[in-house]
């Protein structure tokens, strides 16, 4: 499996909360944070959804579905994401399916990292 970086975009089994296993459907998830050990690596993923992607609240953004040239699946759709809604989870195939896209462009970048600035405020 390769091996995500920050500001990629995978389908990943995002848990519902409170539970620590795979959840029942595979979301578009923002990876936020990368880190690696010796039993592994784990990445920090961010929620995704297509539900309700103009109602924004502290540390959410939106990829409009024009912005997601040359991703593999979610495109069809906008798509937010929730810094506030995270979880760590290994990479393994238990857990992410695949990467789909990357925000890696400068304005999609400068958005998410304004998002998660938002989330920090008091």
């Not at 091996?3 to 296993?21: C, I, L, N």
């Not at 069809?76 to 890696?104: C, M, Q, Y």
């Amino acid at each position: 499996m390769h091996t995500p970086q920050v500001g990629d975009v995978v389908r990943a089994w995002f848990p519902e909360w409170p539970s620590t296993r795979p959840g029942p459907k595979a979301r578009p998830c923002l990876v936020i944070d990368v880190e690696h050990h010796e039993h592994g690596t784990f990445v920090l993923l961010a929620y995704g959804t297509s539900q309700r992607t103009n109602a924004l609240f502290r540390g959410e953004f939106t990829v409009q579905a024009a912005e997601k040239a040359g991703w593999k699946a979610c495109s069809d759709k906008a798509t937010k994401f929730s810094f506030a809604n995270t979880v760590k989870v290994p990479v393994n195939e238990r857990w992410i399916l695949d990467r789909v896209g990357h925000l890696r462009v400068p304005a999609l970048m400068r958005r998410m990292q304004a998002a998660y600035t938002e989330l920090q405020k008091p």
